[in-house]
């Protein structure tokens, strides 16, 4: 037979403390051979039980085995709810199989239980195999649906028509979904507008299955109602079971459907002329949509009366007001009274539910204030293109400034370091006081700065300063000097490296100065004289031919490479000097000594005698003088000797250049007096002798002087009347005829008796063989007498300087 499944109440219960445990759990033990086989399994439906019944202990089904046993049956059970969490839930009757709850179930947290059945003897033998029994809780309406929010909101544009979506709202139930316990539906109970009482008929709506909420009507305005609130129910059992409550707000959205007005529409302002960057008034415009969106935010265009741009408006972001103000300065000369049209729209486009209004604009009237202007240049900086070497006087710049207000001006110079302007204080032109010179140190590359002010004549005085850029053009205005201007070539042949090494100077700077190009105008030199380019800026200048030594004039012609390029001529003082073997010039008696030729004994010989007589000559000579001098002594005269060989008698007679009667200077007594109390003579005093006839007869001149030193002034007027007589002297008052001696002269300068040159490097002794008339001369240019022959070439000098 089949298990029998009964729910017929309940029944009685064996206790668990009669069975051992062995007994309790014998299914865990493997069965005894002594058990029938089972033929087949216990079959029983799912058992439903009820949650949250009052009636527990309540007997849910008893369970019987279908075999005949001659001894006794015992059931037992396990499974959640019996044994394994959550416990005690469930037992069962080990005697009759009455399966029994114990608490009230609750199905949303148990919705069912598997739990399995036994049947043993009462050794514990397993007399069937376990059966499955599934026990269902049943739902009940024991939970109610909530929202998922306390409070909803949503929003919906102004103007929406019927029907708009505006949000949905959601709520769960924690019944069995499959019952209508889970079954929910959704209404609005209560609506209310924000601000109060603003619109009483129902505007909104909502899907009783889905929660969406919608527009029922017409009518939503911002500008009239900002918002509504409702109150939201919802129930499960479709509607008839339990409810809960919410609540939902719904903001109404702006639109851009009103345009900002001007309010008023006609406005009167000032602005001072010559002022930038101030506000001169402010222009208002209302618009009913809401602040602090785009909808509300206007913004300001002139649309008129502002071909300049002089004026400008912008929108205070926090009144919405415009916000006129003058950007380019005013001028009351040109232009007394300014007529603006303004024009106002929002940020935001308008809907296309606006009313088709044109837009709003408003009139600006501006008067400009008059004001004592500062006078203004027509340029700050005036710039200026200028040759360096500007010609004194030419007009640089005019017509550099005005005044608006047509004051009379006055021009200065504020700052001009070189003092190289001039400016005409009335009309304000520029010139050039002197040349420029871009060497200066306050010219920067090539730019020389200046400060001009320019004041008007009206009360106050306001003056004005601009900036004078003088940028100089370069130009060749010096010429190329030549350096050195002497030097020494070696004269021998074989050294063909010999040379001059010349430069030149500019003070132009580039492009007007190097390279510089050297040449030899004068054909008469060029056969003798090369010069060789080196470089740039230098050249050689180097004999063709073996020279003698000596001095030599070379022109030289170096020219610059400006713009017009400019040359000079030069002289060059070259001397032509035998060299060492270091390339530098020896004395003359080094020079000999230092030839290869040898000097044999016997002309030693000879030079060594020659050298002796001399020496016993001038021992006579000086013992010949020393008796004189003591014959002297004695009273024999000034000019009176024993000797017809005196040696006044030895004086040539050469011919006298004198000026003719009134030449005084010629035989002047005072001369031989105090000869050092006369200057210079003048140059009427060497007459050419080439002016003189070659065949005219000598006059008769005293030849010897009287015996009587008294007489001796006797003797010079008849010399100085013979010489008057003469024919061939001219008058005194003839113009003298000298000869053209030429240019370029190889003599050296005057200066070279000062020059570096020591009175060492030059041997005078060949005056000692001169005879004794030279004698003095040599002892003057003994190295002992070193000083007194410096201080007698010093008189020279200057009795011989112009």
């Given at each position: 037979m089949n298990p029998i499944l009964s729910q017929v109440g309940s029944s009685g219960q064996a206790g668990r403390e009669d069975l051992n445990p062995a007994a309790l759990y014998p299914w865990r033990q493997r069965s005894s051979g002594g058990l029938s086989r089972v033929k087949r399994d216990w079959i029983i439906p799912p058992i439903r039980v009820l949650e949250n019944s009052k009636q527990v202990p309540e007997n849910l089904v008893q369970i019987k085995s279908d075999k005949i046993f001659t001894g006794e049956v015992i059931y037992k059970l396990e499974g959640p709810g019996v044994d394994q969490d959550p416990k005690d839930l469930f037992e069962i009757d080990d005697k009759t199989g009455w399966i029994r709850s114990m608490i009230p179930l609750d199905r949303e947290k148990y919705r069912s239980f598997t739990l399995k059945a036994f049947a043993l003897s009462p050794s514990g033998e397993r007399l069937e195999n376990p059966s499955t029994i599934e026990i269902v809780v049943l739902d009940q309406n024991d939970n109610r649906p909530n929202f998922s929010q306390k409070e909803f909101a949503g929003s919906v544009y102004e103007f929406s028509v019927p029907g708009t979506s505006v949000m949905s709202v959601t709520a769960t139930d924690a019944d069995d979904p499959t019952t209508d316990n889970a079954i929910l539906s959704y209404s609005i109970i209560g609506q209310e507008s924000i601000p109060p009482l603003r619109i009483n008929k129902t505007m909104f709506g909502i899907n009783n299955e889905t929660g969406a909420i919608y527009t029922r009507d017409v009518g939503l305005d911002w500008e009239v109602v900002k918002g509504f609130r409702l109150k939201l129910q919802v129930a499960d059992m479709s509607g008839m079971g339990l409810t809960s409550l919410a609540n939902a707000v719904i903001h109404v959205t702006d639109i851009n459907n009103n345009p900002p007005r001007f309010s008023p529409d006609l406005y009167t302002m000032s602005a001072v002329e010559n002022k930038i960057d101030f506000v001169i008034g402010w222009v208002n415009a209302t618009d009913n949509d809401e602040p602090g969106t785009g909808n509300w935010e206007t913004k300001y265009t002139i649309a008129k009366g502002n071909p300049s741009r002089n004026f400008a408006i912008r929108t205070d972001p926090v009144t919405n007001e415009g916000i006129l103000s003058v950007v380019k300065a005013l001028d009351y000369e040109s232009q007394e009274v300014y007529t603006l049209t303004l024009t106002v729209e929002n940020v935001n486009p308008l809907s296309i539910k606006a009313?088709?209004?044109?837009?709003?604009?408003?009139?600006?009237?501006?008067?400009?204030?008059?004001?004592?202007?500062?006078?203004?240049?027509?340029?700050?900086?005036?710039?200026?293109?200028?040759?360096?070497?500007?010609?004194?006087?030419?007009?640089?710049?005019?017509?550099?400034?005005?005044?608006?207000?047509?004051?009379?001006?006055?021009?200065?110079?504020?700052?001009?370091?070189?003092?190289?302007?001039?400016?005409?204080?009335?009309?304000?032109?520029?010139?050039?006081?002197?040349?420029?010179?871009?060497?200066?140190?306050?010219?920067?590359?090539?730019?020389?700065?200046?400060?001009?002010?320019?004041?008007?004549?009206?009360?106050?005085?306001?003056?004005?300063?601009?900036?004078?850029?003088?940028?100089?053009?370069?130009?060749?205005?010096?010429?190329?000097?030549?350096?050195?201007?002497?030097?020494?070539?070696?004269?021998?042949?074989?050294?063909?490296?010999?040379?001059?090494?010349?430069?030149?100077?500019?003070e132009d700077l580039p492009p007007h100065a190097e390279p510089f190009t050297f040449h030899l105008q004068d054909i008469n030199v060029s056969a003798n004289w090369t010069i060789i380019q080196v470089n740039e800026t230098h050249a050689v200048l180097r004999p063709l031919v073996e020279l003698e030594t000596g001095e030599y004039g070379v022109t030289v012609l170096v020219t610059d490479s400006g713009t017009p390029s400019l040359s000079a001529y030069a002289q060059v003082n070259v001397t032509v000097c035998p060299c060492g073997k270091d390339g530098e010039c020896k004395t003359e008696a080094a020079a000999i000594f230092g030839t290869r030729v040898g000097v044999s004994f016997i002309a030693l010989l000879v030079i060594m005698a020659s050298i002796a007589l001399l020496l016993l000559l001038l021992l006579?000579?000086?013992?010949?003088?020393?008796?004189?001098?003591?014959?002297?002594?004695?009273?024999?005269?000034?000019?009176?000797?024993?000797?017809?060989?005196?040696?006044?008698?030895?004086?040539?007679?050469?011919?006298?250049?004198?000026?003719?009667?009134?030449?005084?200077?010629?035989?002047?007594?005072?001369?031989?007096?105090?000869?050092?109390?006369?200057?210079?003579?003048?140059?009427?005093?060497?007459?050419?002798?080439?002016?003189?006839?070659?065949?005219?007869?000598?006059?008769?001149?005293?030849?010897?002087?009287?015996?009587?030193?008294?007489?001796?002034?006797?003797?010079?007027?008849?010399?100085?009347?013979?010489?008057?007589?003469?024919?061939?002297?001219?008058?005194?008052?003839?113009?003298?005829?000298?000869?053209?001696?030429?240019?370029?002269?190889?003599?050296?300068?005057?200066?070279?008796?000062?020059?570096?040159?020591?009175?060492?490097?030059?041997?005078?002794?060949?005056?000692?063989?001169?005879?004794?008339?030279?004698?003095?001369?040599?002892?003057?240019?003994?190295?002992?007498?070193t000083n007194e022959r410096r201080e007698i070439c010093t008189v020279v000098l200057q009795s011989v300087s112009p």
């Amino acid at each position: 037979m089949n298990p029998i499944l009964s729910q017929v109440g309940s029944s009685g219960q064996a206790g668990r403390e009669d069975l051992n445990p062995a007994a309790l759990y014998p299914w865990r033990q493997r069965s005894s051979g002594g058990l029938s086989r089972v033929k087949r399994d216990w079959i029983i439906p799912p058992i439903r039980v009820l949650e949250n019944s009052k009636q527990v202990p309540e007997n849910l089904v008893q369970i019987k085995s279908d075999k005949i046993f001659t001894g006794e049956v015992i059931y037992k059970l396990e499974g959640p709810g019996v044994d394994q969490d959550p416990k005690d839930l469930f037992e069962i009757d080990d005697k009759t199989g009455w399966i029994r709850s114990m608490i009230p179930l609750d199905r949303e947290k148990y919705r069912s239980f598997t739990l399995k059945a036994f049947a043993l003897s009462p050794s514990g033998e397993r007399l069937e195999n376990p059966s499955t029994i599934e026990i269902v809780v049943l739902d009940q309406n024991d939970n109610r649906p909530n929202f998922s929010q306390k409070e909803f909101a949503g929003s919906v544009y102004e103007f929406s028509v019927p029907g708009t979506s505006v949000m949905s709202v959601t709520a769960t139930d924690a019944d069995d979904p499959t019952t209508d316990n889970a079954i929910l539906s959704y209404s609005i109970i209560g609506q209310e507008s924000i601000p109060p009482l603003r619109i009483n008929k129902t505007m909104f709506g909502i899907n009783n299955e889905t929660g969406a909420i919608y527009t029922r009507d017409v009518g939503l305005d911002w500008e009239v109602v900002k918002g509504f609130r409702l109150k939201l129910q919802v129930a499960d059992m479709s509607g008839m079971g339990l409810t809960s409550l919410a609540n939902a707000v719904i903001h109404v959205t702006d639109i851009n459907n009103n345009p900002p007005r001007f309010s008023p529409d006609l406005y009167t302002m000032s602005a001072v002329e010559n002022k930038i960057d101030f506000v001169i008034g402010w222009v208002n415009a209302t618009d009913n949509d809401e602040p602090g969106t785009g909808n509300w935010e206007t913004k300001y265009t002139i649309a008129k009366g502002n071909p300049s741009r002089n004026f400008a408006i912008r929108t205070d972001p926090v009144t919405n007001e415009g916000i006129l103000s003058v950007v380019k300065a005013l001028d009351y000369e040109s232009q007394e009274v300014y007529t603006l049209t303004l024009t106002v729209e929002n940020v935001n486009p308008l809907s296309i539910k606006a009313p088709k209004n044109p837009v709003s604009s408003a009139t600006v009237v501006v008067t400009v204030v008059n004001e004592n202007e500062a006078p203004r240049f027509i340029k700050d900086p005036i710039e200026i293109l200028v040759p360096e070497s500007v010609d004194p006087g030419t007009v640089l710049a005019s017509n550099i400034a005005y005044d608006p207000d047509n004051a009379k001006l006055k021009y200065d110079i504020l700052r001009d370091p070189e003092g190289w302007l001039i400016i005409n204080h009335e009309t304000g032109e520029i010139a050039a006081r002197k040349p420029f010179n871009v060497l200066s140190p306050h010219v920067k590359n090539n730019i020389y700065n200046a400060v001009i002010r320019v004041t008007d004549t009206d009360a106050g005085g306001i003056s004005t300063t601009a900036s004078l850029v003088i940028t100089l053009w370069e130009t060749n205005d010096f010429l190329p000097q030549l350096f050195p201007l002497m030097g020494t070539v070696c004269s021998e042949s074989g050294r063909k490296a010999s040379g001059l090494f010349l430069t030149a100077v500019d003070e132009d700077l580039p492009p007007h100065a190097e390279p510089f190009t050297f040449h030899l105008q004068d054909i008469n030199v060029s056969a003798n004289w090369t010069i060789i380019q080196v470089n740039e800026t230098h050249a050689v200048l180097r004999p063709l031919v073996e020279l003698e030594t000596g001095e030599y004039g070379v022109t030289v012609l170096v020219t610059d490479s400006g713009t017009p390029s400019l040359s000079a001529y030069a002289q060059v003082n070259v001397t032509v000097c035998p060299c060492g073997k270091d390339g530098e010039c020896k004395t003359e008696a080094a020079a000999i000594f230092g030839t290869r030729v040898g000097v044999s004994f016997i002309a030693l010989l000879v030079i060594m005698a020659s050298i002796a007589l001399l020496l016993l000559l001038l021992l006579l000579a000086v013992a010949v003088g020393n008796c004189r001098r003591h014959h002297m002594k004695k009273g024999e005269g000034l000019l009176v000797g024993d000797s017809d060989e005196d040696i006044r008698d030895n004086v040539l007679n050469y011919d006298e250049q004198g000026g003719g009667e009134e030449d005084e200077n010629a035989f002047n007594i005072d001369l031989l007096r105090n000869p050092t109390d006369v200057g210079p003579l003048p140059i009427s005093y060497y007459p050419p002798v080439s002016d003189y006839p070659d065949n005219l007869p000598s006059p008769s001149y005293p030849r010897k002087p009287p015996a009587d030193p008294t007489d001796i002034e006797d003797f010079i007027n008849d010399g100085l009347e013979a010489a008057d007589h003469d024919p061939n002297i001219p008058p005194y008052d003839t113009a003298l005829i000298y000869d053209y001696e030429g240019d370029g002269s190889l003599a050296g300068s005057l200066s070279s008796i000062a020059s570096a040159s020591s009175d060492g490097d030059q041997d005078y002794d060949y005056l000692n063989d001169w005879g004794p008339r030279f004698k003095k001369l040599a002892n003057m240019y003994d190295p002992q007498h070193t000083n007194e022959r410096r201080e007698i070439c010093t008189v020279v000098l200057q009795s011989v300087s112009p």
